[in-house]
């Protein structure tokens, strides 16, 4: 059962912990690193001018497709798996990749700040983020020409979608029980059509204006931090989200005070150590409220009062979020196992499919009945929505633990390994077929990859320069042969004494510069 509380701390922005500041600057515009297939084209040229504010949002522009969370599209995804690019980001990646409504670019965080790609796999932009790490996926807002984003170091930056400018910046506060006190965000910010940005932090959930910057309400998810990505209702006047808490919250949008909360079961092992990383999907048919949890289950919640429908237990626990059919009818939820559930909408099991290795990314829908996940074996999985059958998957070399983007026939997906790529998987006709071909080579985009490279080969030389004059110089002078040498001198000539003659055009130019000067000037 549910129990509505309503006594929650709303707090109002100009007074509260965040504060904002806007900045011209912080973005580095130059070729740090992306590698293209000269055979991929563009689904449309890129435009460096503004966005229009009536640009349809049917593209991958939020965390898990758009406001409900629900992890699907219309658009329709690769039908093989065909490599067209991959992007060099440095450092690892858990984010997941967005896609402008226009497609023209891609964002994705990584451990060193946060990339605008273009949609042909070239560079676009680079926002470097003090302490570095993005593992928060970008909302766009076509209107305000904004992309907002969280960072570990406990900013929300809005910042200009085609340049990478920061517009503004709030900056939150740690969470106030427990023993970690610094600020940091894992939550990915969902936006309303009022212009507002929900997003969860280490202090609880961030109400925050697009157009300024400022914090409209913080809501206090009983002192514990939220790592969930928020979920929208349909007429949007409800936030759902899960927090550390062990509750699945419904937060008033528009006052920030709680509708009502719903405790799940936590560790099955340990039940007073709760947590709730699932974020919250919402059907498109009735408003009922999906969400995994370490409990090893999949809850169904009512959205309007928060009783539970039913649970339905899968065999580890769930942190991934679960993707819901635009009809309401089938729920897909990935376990830490690696098992993949399909379940109706009345909590029965439709079909599982093992995919051997742990799952935590999140699956996604695309407009013609085929379902992405990635796995922690480092592939992508193309699986049929309505069997459950493995059509294709895709070899990364490395785990997959952010979401994948659908965007018009394109699949764009990041890895995490030390130097991670942003990988762009596309239909027939690529000359790619693998990220590990000999083909697929960093076309001058891999400076760092290349700096190393040369740098051992010339450490190598010099082992082998110095072995030969160690080891080869006695036994070449033992058989007759003599190697030249340079004649050394017994002592150097003095010298030459200063007589002036050095300095004095130095000083003379000086003294010129001086003459030069208005009276009263300071030198």
């Known amino acids: ?24 600057g912080g973005s580095l515009l130059g070729s740090l690193g992306g590698s293209a297939s000269k055979s991929a084209a563009s689904p449309r040229e890129s435009s460096p001018d503004a966005l229009s504010p009536g640009a349809t949002a049917v593209g991958w522009s939020q965390f898990r497709g758009g406001p409900y969370r629900d992890g699907t599209t219309t658009t329709v995804g690769p039908k093989a798996n065909n490599l067209l690019w991959r992007f060099l980001l440095r450092g690892t990646s858990q984010g997941a990749p967005t896609v402008h409504p226009d497609e023209s670019m891609v964002y994705v965080g990584g451990t060193d700040g946060f990339y605008g790609v273009n949609s042909d796999g070239t560079f676009g932009w680079y926002l470097r983020i003090d302490k570095g790490v993005v593992n928060s996926a970008a909302a766009v807002s076509t209107k305000h020409n904004l992309v907002v984003f969280g960072g570990m170091n406990g900013g929300i930056y809005g910042v200009d979608a085609r340049t990478g400018l920061t517009k503004w910046t709030v900056w939150t506060k740690g969470q106030t029980t427990g023993n970690r006190h ?22 609880g959930l961030y109400a925050v204006e697009l157009a300024s910057g400022r914090v ?58 709760p947590d709730v990383d699932s974020s919250p999907a919402v059907s498109r048919r009735d408003g009922t409220v999906y969400v995994g949890s370490f409990d090893n289950r999949l809850h169904a919640i009512d959205g309007s009062t928060g009783q539970v429908k039913w649970s339905y237990r899968t065999n580890d626990d ?55 996940v990635g796995n922690d074996d480092g592939k992508v999985y193309a699986l049929d929505a309505r069997k459950g059958k493995i059509l294709w998957s895709h070899d990364f070399g490395d785990k997959v633990r952010g979401e994948p983007a659908v965007a018009s026939g394109r699949l764009y997906v990041a890895t995490i390994n030390a130097d991670t790529f942003l990988h762009c998987i596309g239909g027939a006709g690529s000359s790619h077929h693998s990220s590990s071909s000999k083909d697929d080579k960093d076309e001058g985009g891999s400076a760092f990859g290349t700096f190393v490279t040369w740098f051992c080969v010339l450490i190598g030389l010099g082992v082998v320069a110095y072995a030969a004059l160690t080891i080869g110089k006695p036994y070449l002078e033992e058989h007759g042969f003599r190697l030249p040498v340079m004649q050394q001198r017994d002592g150097f000539d003095r010298a030459p004494v200063d007589d002036g003659t050095y300095a004095a055009p130095f000083v003379e130019l000086q003294e010129s510069m001086i003459d030069d000067k208005p009276t009263g000037a300071v030198i």
């Open 1 to 24: 059962t549910a129990s509505v509380t309503a006594s929650v701390t709303a707090s109002v922005a100009a007074s509260v912990t965040a504060s904002v500041t806007a900045s011209a």
């Open 182 to 203: 610094e600020p940091y965000i894992y939550s990915s910010p969902v936006i309303s059509n009022d212009d507002i940005a929900f997003v969860g932090a280490a202090d």
């Open 216 to 273: 409209k309400w913080i809501f206090d998810a009983k002192g514990e931090p939220v790592w969930s990505s928020p979920a929208l209702s349909a007429d949007q006047k409800t936030v759902y989200v899960g927090g550390i808490d062990n509750f699945v919250h419904a937060v008033d949008s528009e006052t920030g005070t709680s509708k009502w909360e719903w405790e799940t079961g936590g560790f099955p092992d340990d039940p007073d150590d």
């Open 318 to 372: 769930v942190i991934s979020s679960p993707a819901v059919a635009r009809d309401g009818k089938t729920v897909y939820i990935p376990s830490t196992s690696g098992v993949v559930h399909a379940v109706s909408d009345k909590g029965e099991k439709r079909w599982s499919t093992d995919l051997g290795h742990p799952v935590m990314a999140e699956p996604v829908l695309d407009g013609e009945g085929t379902l992405y």
